[in-house]
């Protein structure tokens, strides 16, 4: 668990300024870092208290009228950002179970006290384990006053487990059997691969490759091998750049697949690799061996048959062979595909999917991988995406590809996908299915996918299925999070995240907080806060298929001047928690809201910068992702405008109108990759990657 600053901020101000940052609706015009290097911090002209973040304040009198929008927006150092990329590794799994709290479901921890039990009340005593079979011993009975809810719980001195490090490990449950024998299996290499490759008519476009580009290895040549043998003795043209080659987007896809078969038989022998391809057919090749099981027509719209095709893909035992065997067969294979035809994706997908978690089913492991590469939009069968401009249709597009990825993120399956540049392939629904899988979003350019194909095997998936539990004192509150992630129990709350999968890549897990009022505090009969407990539990599958749960537990001392808490703050950590934090506004459709907040934290940044003499240009590469996407959105907005689309002030609307807008956004944004696969990679991967 790290912290945004060595001090948690409390302000006893209700709503006091100094909690509260002012954005003047004119810094929305130029880019956030322009504006970080210009603009001088003054909130003294604010008058409004008691607005709720983001709310634009009125203008005061007719006089007034063509001033500026100025939005409050509540910014301070209380984050905490939790790296979930260690999970499994190196642990010590303690013995015993975990006690709780009766009250607020916290473990007993390294913070936690014990009093003896004479010192509880009487109405204690009573529940306390008199009459149980160990005997009616109250030496033996403590109280422990939770730290988090102050509750009073007896427990039994000797089924305290050892609690002395702030992380704790415990294993939930061993994993499970599995259907096929492992005995010759290397475990850490077993896994498939599912390559779903588009061969529809677009494939054929070509791009310039300059032969004295050198993407990896011997990658160029690899490329060169593609061409057509002897042709380009003697046919240039008189005029012809004669250091430029052509390539189709197909023949690029070819050459990093091969890569990667290279790749898996050099270094994880034991995958299987089974070949998906589609057009207006889809073709399950499998290992290569036989001939290609091919669906059309109405199959396609089939949901379930396409699920029951999948798991025809040959590769699907241990029985059959591994890539070391059949690398030959599948190269041939997919050098022999030819493009032709409309994007039969979702079908593909769907059969891709199945067949992926039918191996991991049989075989109990969680690696198997299915890599998607598309340069359209799919148009055929299942999960076609072209639609109207209706608002449901959209709905039910994001509802499928979400089933889809959630489906295949239990089934321990993650999905990759590559989007070529181009032509419009709404990576806003189909990064759906590698958001939930813990796979990678790519708009790429159709010569560096050997690049980028590369890079994709070098991120390993850590866990699967992990599950994430906040808690938090008392007197203290999350902060813009989703109501329905956030249990409330009379005065305590916890935050419930279900993270999915996590790979190396995945971006630390970060919420804000606030301190109650010192109001709220008093009726809570807190009084002053010095220091304040946190806890984390963490859920999560091991490769390997074992249930385990994490404990982490600390605490950190109260401040309440603000210029304390910002000469510790750690800006890399906030930095990244407010890049994932603005993405997520605007994939929710609140554009303005996400530059009102990156604004306001880019004040706060100045003012940390300025007491802590911080690099400013390390700082401006923290924030360089932000700045793009920032400035896209700002694009979008504008063109809204333009053509009358544009909703002002996100926080004044009702529900309803929240979700049009949400989906009317989301629908412009299944027509612009860019954006789309930006906010992607910003929300969820690690900024460092
Ligand atoms: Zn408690």
Known sequence: MNFGSDFVFANDDDGGDDCFEVVDEGTLTTTLIEGMRSVEIDSSDLETHGLSSSVPLVSRGAKEKKKKKKYRERVDVNVVSIDLTNLGANCTFGTGDPISCKKCGVFFSHLSKLMGANTGTTEQLKCSPKDSSSGGDFENVAIWKCEFCMHSNPIIREEIPDTSLSTQEYILAPPPIAEESLANSNRQDLGVVIPCVDTSGSMCISSELEEKVKIRGDVTSRLNDLRVGGDELDQWLPNENRNV???????????????????????????RVGLVTFSDKVSIHGDGSGQPFVVS??????????????????????????????????????????EGGPTGLGPAVVAAIAGAAEFNRKTNTSNAKVVLATDGLANIGVGSLET???????????????????????????????????????????????????????????????????????????A?????????????????????SICQNENHSHLVKEVGTVTEDTAPMSFEF??????????????????????VHVSYTTND??????????QKNVTRARDVAEKTANVKLLAGHVQSRCASYAQEGHYTKSRVSARAWGQMFNRAMSQQQHNREEMEINLQQLNEVDNLIGETVKEERSCGDYMSSDDEMDEEVKMRQKFKRKQKRSKNDALSSKLYNMSSKSSNC
């Not at 690029?252 to 290279?262: E, M, N, R, Y």
């Not at 301190?515 to 946190?534: R, W």
């Not at 298929?545 to 600390?554: F, N, S, Y």
């Open 245 to 271: 080659s052509y390539v189709s987007r197909l023949q690029c896809v070819q050459a990093a697949i091969s890569s990667l078969i290279d790749d898996l038989k050099e270094h994880k022998k034991e995958t």
């Open 297 to 338: 027509g109405s199959s396609l719209d089939d949901f379930d048959s396409m699920v029951e095709i999948g798991k025809l893909n040959k590769p699907l035992s241990l029985q059959s062979r591994s890539i070391e065997h059949t690398a030959n067969s599948i190269t041939e294979r997919l050098f022999a595909l030819e």
């Open 388 to 462: 109207d401009d209706r608002i449901d249709s959209a709905v039910k597009t994001h509802q499928f590809y979400s089933m889809l990825g959630d489906w295949a993120s239990k089934a321990g399956v993650t999905v990759d996908v590559f989007g070529i540049e181009g032509e419009n392939c709404d990576i806003e629904n189909l990064g759906t299915l590698a958001d939930r899988t813990g796979g990678s979003v790519n708009l790429v350019n159709p010569i560096n996918l050997l690049t980028d194909f590369g890079h994709m095997l070098a991120s390993n998936k850590v």
């Open 464 to 484: 699967s299925e992990v599950s994430v539990k906040v808690y938090i004192h008392s007197g203290v509150e999350f902060r813009g999070e989703d109501v329905g």
């Open 514 to 535: 606030n301190v109650k009022s010192a109001s709220e505090l008093k009726k809570l009969k807190h009084g002053q806060l010095q220091s304040l407990p946190f806890q």
């Open 545 to 554: 298929g074992m249930r385990c749960l994490r404990v982490i537990t600390d």
